[in-house]
């Protein structure tokens, strides 16, 4: 298939290709893992060449349909889909907890699930975090949890990189997953942090000022020309979008002349803005850009905040 996406569930609004089942209530884990297709086991079975045995090495194999989703060593501990959302219901405490997405990439390497948290307002504007898991049973990416904060009035991340305080944590596929569980709360706990670092940020870059002139700049350090000449002309398309959004966006218009309306007409630029030349798995690697962090929205969070 041209696209990624395997197979997902959505509340509500539409994603990306528009693929997988829409529901109208966001469901619990039990239900959520069987909406998003991944209710399926990866079975660790030996690596063969010429007939014999590879030592220390094994083959990360789907049970429905024996497709091969990774070579990894010995050491490599599997995490289950159902193991996945355990952990996330242990992270959040199983009670009222509902995903508002789940599926799979990639022919089933990876794996995500997005659950939403409780809202808080930040300049007056409705912000939701959502705790982000994922996973890939191709043996090159380890588990991750996010926070990842959503400004519900224009749906942009404002996953910003912050000094004091951490936006993720992850660990790598060795050992038991739940002897990971302590880090991992702690990295909870600090979402909360997380989300009042990102009200007390959003504070001082409201206070921080943006004439023309420093716009012009900010511009040009947060989106630099490359060194291949070739994306030249797109690099200074971009410029002109971000500079459309700031002074047209109208979810901005009160914050324009701020180091908040530049952060957010960055944050909008990332999140919405199409290629060029649109492959058939763009949108996807938007989702996982964004909600892994943007160097483009790092680099001016940077520039405004020191």
Known sequence: MAHEVESMFYVREVPWHGLGINVEVAPDSAAA?????????????????????VEDYFANVRDFDDKVLGIVGKDYRIVQNREA????????????????????????????MLARMDSREIL?????PYLLFTNGH????????????????CQNTLNL????????????????LEDKLQEASRTLRLT?????????????????????????ELIEMVLPLPKDGRRHNRV??????????YHNAPDLERFRGTGWGFVSAVSDLVGHSN????????????????????????????????
């Open 33 to 53: 893992l069987k909406l998003s297709g991944l209710d399926w086991n990866v079975l660790r079975k030996p690596v063969q060449v010429n007939g014999k045995d």
């Open 85 to 112: 959302f355990a952990f996330t219901d242990m992270l959040l405490g199983q009670e009222g907890i509902r995903y508002e997405s789940a599926g799979s990439l990639k022919g089933g390497k990876r794996i995500w």
């Open 124 to 128: 007056g504007d409705e912000v939701v």
């Open 138 to 153: 191709d043996g090159r990416h380890a588990v991750r949890v996010a926070v990842t904060p959503i400004r519900v009035v």
């Open 161 to 176: 990189a912050l000094r004091k305080a951490e936006r993720s944590w992850a660990t790598i596929h060795i050992g038991r």
């Open 192 to 216: 909360t942090r997380y989300v009042s670092e990102l009200g007390q940020a959003a504070e001082m870059l409201l206070k921080t000022r943006v004439n023309d002139e420093r716009l012009e």
């Open 236 to 245: 200074y398309e971009l410029r002109q979008e971000l500079l459309t959004r």
């Open 275 to 306: 290629p060029k030349r649109e492959t058939p798995t763009f949108k996807e690697n938007r989702f996982s850009r964004v909600t892994g962090g943007s160097a483009e929205l790092d680099r001016a969070v940077r520039l405004l905040a020191g």
